[in-house]
Nanobody, 123 residues
């Protein structure tokens, strides 16, 4: 079992920056791939960024060049740094963990989820 707790969400103006983090407890953190997902009202949950066990990364096209995912295995924490935020980035952001070795993008392949943190970007 892995417990995930997100923090750092909030309200920011368009063009601003925000960092969110996700602290894990339970199993060995380094054995899991991690992902950040988001869900806006009326929309499906989508992958934003993912990082594998060996730190290969993926970004959805709409955030590429603006967001950075990173992990610190010593702190059992995964981060998402968000720059140049846009109103369309507004959503609840969730972190998730998967035991899969390969870089994983599909929500149904993640076993553990945090409770989510709200990110609101005002125009």
């Amino acid at each position: 079992q892995v417990q995930l707790v997100e923090s750092g969400g909030g309200l920011v103006q368009a063009g601003g920056s925000l960092s969110i983090s996700c602290a894990a407890s339970g199993r060995t953190f380094s054995n899991y791939g991690l992902g950040w997902f988001r869900q806006a009202p009326g929309k499906e949950r989508e992958v934003v960024a993912a990082i594998s066990r060996n730190s290969n990364t993926y970004y959805v096209g709409s955030v590429k060049g603006r967001f950075t995912i990173s992990r610190d295995n010593a702190k059992n924490t995964v981060y998402l740094r968000m720059n140049s935020l846009k109103p369309e980035d507004t959503a609840v952001y969730y972190c998730a963990a998967t035991p899969r070795v390969v870089l994983t993008l599909a929500p149904n392949q993640y076993n553990y989820w945090g409770q989510g943190t709200q990110v609101t970007v005002s125009s």
